[in-house]
């Protein structure tokens, strides 16, 4: 049996067994679920309920970035991320999910708000 590239393990894992380690993570450093939530809503387009959704249904990453509405600022998350340079990560979705992972990460560092959503 082949081995999975890392690129089809992103897209297979779900959204529902990251979120819990995004809450924690956030809230271990002094932040709120409701800047968590913030945050994700600038990357994907979706608020709360649609969150909840993607959570209750355990949407892959792959059907989770499908639906989503990338901000167009997106492009502007630079910097490295288990590992990888984000602008130069060549697979769609798994640059997506990057991207989620920065900001989660700028969010726990305590970076300002406006700084983390490329106002």
Known sequence: MASKTSDQRIAEMTFASVYPHYVTKVEKKGRTIDELHQVLEWLTGYDVDALQKH????????????????????????????????????????????????????????????????S
Request: with cysteine; aromatic share 6%; net charge negative.
């Open 55 to 118: 959570l209750d249904e355990e949407s892959t990453f792959e059907v989770f970035f499908q639906n989503a509405q990338i901000h167009p600022n997106a492009s502007l998350i630079k910097g490295v991320i288990c590992g990888h340079r984000v602008e130069d990560i060549e697979v769609p979705l798994t640059r997506q999910v990057r991207y989620l992972d920065k900001l989660v990460d700028e969010l726990a560092k305590g970076k300002k708000m406006e700084k983390i959503l490329r």
